[in-house]
């Protein structure tokens, strides 16, 4: 299943809410996540500041996208004291967008396990799929507790 178009004007689709993130690299930047219906999908708006001088989208703004939902959808799944950090990051470049274009993206995990989770996806502009996106993440434990299956002694 596709995900949803975006609507041709600033407005944003309905059943999905804003969300600001926080942090150095998109810090204050609105982005927005689907209902519990489609938890799956998520959407950005394309801004000037996320493209190179040839007027595209930067890889490293769609990296960093990526990073953003597919951990936070993962996190979505897990208990709420869940710590963890994403350790591979995999985005095979399509096509370009550009500003002003809205970025429309669907996860899927593949594995949500105790100590590792994978997620996969794409972005996707109008019918055009321009990334493809893949990342593991290790689940870190705390400092306190020791791991039931830990072949250390």
């Known amino acids: 299943?596709?995900?949803?178009?975006?609507?041709?004007?600033r407005s944003t689709l309905a059943g999905f809410t804003p969300r600001v993130l926080r942090g150095p690299f998109f810090g204050g930047r609105t982005v927005f996540t689907a209902d519990a219906a489609r938890a799956d999908h998520f959407m950005a708006r394309i801004t000037a500041d996320d493209c190179n001088l040839l007027g595209i989208t930067h890889g490293g703004a769609i990296a960093t996208l990526a990073d953003v939902f597919i951990v936070g959808f993962i996190a979505a799944q897990m208990p709420a004291d869940t710590r963890m950090v994403t350790a591979s990051l995999s985005i095979d470049y399509l096509g370009p967008s550009t500003a002003d274009d809205w970025l429309?993206?669907?996860?899927?995990?593949?594995?949500?396990?105790?100590?590792?989770?994978?997620?996969?996806?794409?972005?996707?502009?109008?019918?055009?799929?321009?990334?493809?996106?893949?990342?593991?993440?290790?689940?870190?434990?705390?400092?306190?507790?020791r791991d039931p299956v830990s072949s250390d002694s």
């Open 1 to 9: 299943m596709q995900p949803p178009a975006a609507p041709d004007d």
């Open 104 to 145: 429309i993206g669907r996860i899927h995990a593949h594995r949500i396990g105790r100590r590792q989770c994978v997620a996969s996806g794409e972005f996707r502009v109008g019918n055009r799929t321009i990334a493809l996106i893949r990342a593991t993440c290790a689940i870190l434990q705390d400092p306190g507790r």
